[in-house]
């Protein structure tokens, strides 16, 4: 009976240290996301109907409009006399038309992402209870940016994801390390990842390469804690051969970091080498994947949690001593 006991004990033990703190039962937050249609709406704007079609739309999604119009389309503003026959001329280009054919097709139900999304921001809910929960809207950006913000709204264009093989983008041409992520699936980790790049804003105070990777990490991190259950691949943005390269890797791009003194180095182009997208990060080889440094910058954000377990997600997020973060994460990796 004392083995059963112990054997029991060892297991739960075992249980315990391999159970994602992460992994939240959210099923008691209230949330109901409805995600409005504009990709939709705003092609049943015609000529003829312009007078009331446009004044419904601007009704219907309020200050998001205007935004969308002006900074995500570059038609000026609604009340331009000549609007309307902007938005016509945007409409009826024959690559908008094709897409929104396209885009019909692929999102013809949002079921699936709705779930997703609620699930996402359920966990928002329950880390900040007192924080925004956006409007979603979707919308046709003419391949701009793939997810806009606003102060209470996000905007998903979902004509940036269409598949990674969809036409457009090869006659745009979008390099393949883009395209990767220009599919479905990355909609919902996309969407909160720009929600909480507009909520935890970068404090430029030292805008070394150090504070930008650990920032990142911060970034990627609150995508663990909003989608306990997806895989990084699908977080950070990186093929399952590029995630794995970094694993095998981590110990020699640190050393490299250090040895060449770049963490506290302030020079833009190299925050950009380590940090920006690319096809693979120029210092290492071309199996590299890009943005090596927020994937370091993760890694050193997930052993301070995990060293610092009385520190909560609000905490981490509004903790801008980006060298602190460093020193009592105790991260080096091994060979």
């Known amino acids: 009976m004392y083995k059963v006991f112990c054997l029991l004990l060892v297991i739960i033990i075992i249980t315990s240290c391999q159970r994602n703190p992460l992994k939240v039962d959210v099923s008691g937050v209230d949330l109901k996301l409805n995600i409005q249609r504009l990709d939709r709406d705003i092609f049943n704007v015609t000529p003829d109907n312009k007078l009331i079609a446009i004044p419904k739309l601007k009704q219907t999604y309020g200050s998001f409009f205007e935004a969308y119009n002006e900074n995500v389309v570059a038609l000026g503003s609604t009340s331009d006399s000549l609007y309307a026959a902007y938005l016509n001329t945007f409409l009826t280009d024959s690559m908008r038309v094709q897409s929104k054919l396209k885009i019909d097709s692929v999102f013809n139900d949002l079921t699936d992402l709705q779930k997703k999304l609620e699930d996402g921001f359920r966990h928002y809910k329950y880390y900040f209870p007192g924080k925004t929960i956006p409007k979603v809207y979707t919308i046709v950006s003419g391949f701009n940016q793939s997810v806009v913000m606003t102060n209470d709204a996000t905007g998903i264009s979902l004509d940036n994801y269409l598949g990674a093989n969809c036409p457009f983008y090869q006659m745009l041409g979008l390099p393949e390390y883009k395209r990767e992520n220009m599919y479905s699936?990355?909609?919902?980790?996309?969407?909160l990842y720009n929600w909480a790049l507009s909520e935890f804003v970068f404090d430029e105070t030292k805008n070394d390469l150090l504070s930008n990777m650990i920032y990142q990490g911060k970034l990627l991190y609150f995508l663990d804690a909003m989608f306990p259950e997806e895989p990084d691949y699908l977080k950070i943005g990186y093929r399952p051969d590029k995630l794995e390269w970094c694993t095998k890797n981590e110990a020699g791009m640190w050393t490299y970091l250090v040895e060449h003194q770049l963490l506290f180095n302030t020079d833009r182009m190299n925050i950009v080498r380590f940090i920006g997208p690319a096809p693979f990060t120029a210092?290492?080889?071309?199996?590299?994947?890009?943005?090596?440094?927020?994937?370091?910058?993760?890694?050193?954000?997930?052993?301070?949690?995990?060293?610092?377990?009385?520190?909560?997600?609000?905490?981490?997020?509004?903790?801008?001593?980006?060298?602190?973060?460093?020193?009592?994460?105790?991260y080096s990796p091994e060979y």
């Open 185 to 191: 699936g990355k909609i919902p980790t996309d969407v």
């Open 283 to 330: 210092s290492f080889t071309t199996d590299s994947p890009g943005r090596t440094g927020s994937w370091l910058g993760w890694q050193i954000v997930r052993k301070y949690m995990k060293k610092n377990k009385g520190t909560t997600l609000p905490s981490l997020m509004s903790d801008n001593d980006y060298q602190k973060i460093l020193n009592e994460s105790g």
